[in-house]
């Protein structure tokens, strides 16, 4: 089992629609969660990140965490086309002194217009 | 805003030969990691430094190795490359005790071995 888990889609939404990706983890003393976009080819870029149980909004993405659950999950509001991409979940591995990240497989995102 | 530099972008060799990939962190970020992302899968954690030591190892073949310099840019040296070497190699770099811990990626450079 992966230690961070997400569906490999693709997850097909109409262009406006709500996008929701989600996210299991293993290790119950993860702390830090982020969500990256990352086009083909291209490097991640951070979408979110977060740190607390509950959600954070920041434009038309909303990030939720259950650190009891050991669940997070991105929800993209007014989805465009352009979100079309691969959603990477990353926890914050606590473990020697630099903190890598542990990457789920990706969920891939077709926003249909 | 400045971000990551990778150099460089693509790279071709052959079985057997050595690559060396450069990477240069955001101004004043002290730790730099190396992820390897082969076609198709996530990114994986090779090693990081932190202030020019070698911090966290993860599934780092033996043949490579690297190294954080003075002015914190770091170079990943493979050696006796395989056809299995054929990835994306992504640097990230982020600043210990900032506000935040995130890291934030480079472009990559594109290894390809024939």
């Known amino acids: 089992q992966k230690e961070v888990e997400q569906n490999s889609g693709p997850l097909s939404v109409p262009e406006g629609a709500i996008a929701s990706l989600n996210c299991t983890y293993s290790d119950r003393g993860s702390q830090s969660f982020f969500w990256y976009r990352q086009y083909s080819g291209k490097s991640p870029e951070l979408i979110m990140s977060?740190?607390?149980?509950g959600d954070k909004e920041d434009g038309r993405f909303t990030a939720q965490l259950n650190k009891a659950s050991q669940y997070v999950s991105l929800l993209i509001r007014d989805s465009q086309p352009s979100d079309s991409a691969t959603y990477l979940c990353a926890v914050n591995a606590y473990g020697g002194a630099t903190n890598k990240l542990i990457f789920g497989t990706g969920t891939l995102l077709a926003v249909q217009p | 805003a400045a971000g990551v530099i990778q150099s460089p972008r693509h790279l071709i060799k052959e079985k057997r030969e050595t690559a060396t990939l450069k990477c240069y962190p955001i101004?004043?970020?002290?730790?730099v990691y190396w992820y390897q992302q082969g076609p198709g899968q996530d990114p994986q954690f090779l090693i990081s430094f932190y202030e020019k030591m070698q911090s966290d190892k993860g599934s780092i073949p033996d043949r490579f190795s690297a190294q954080q310099f003075s002015d914190y840019h770091s170079e990943l040296n493979m050696s006796s490359l395989e056809l299995g070497d054929s990835a994306l190699y992504f640097c990230?770099?982020?600043?210990?005790?900032?506000?935040?811990?995130?890291?934030?990626f480079g472009p990559g450079t594109r290894l390809t071995v024939l």
């Open positions: 977060i740190y607390s149980n």
């Open positions: 990230a770099s982020r600043q210990r005790g900032g506000s935040t811990d995130t890291q934030y």
């Open positions: 101004p004043r970020h002290d730790t």
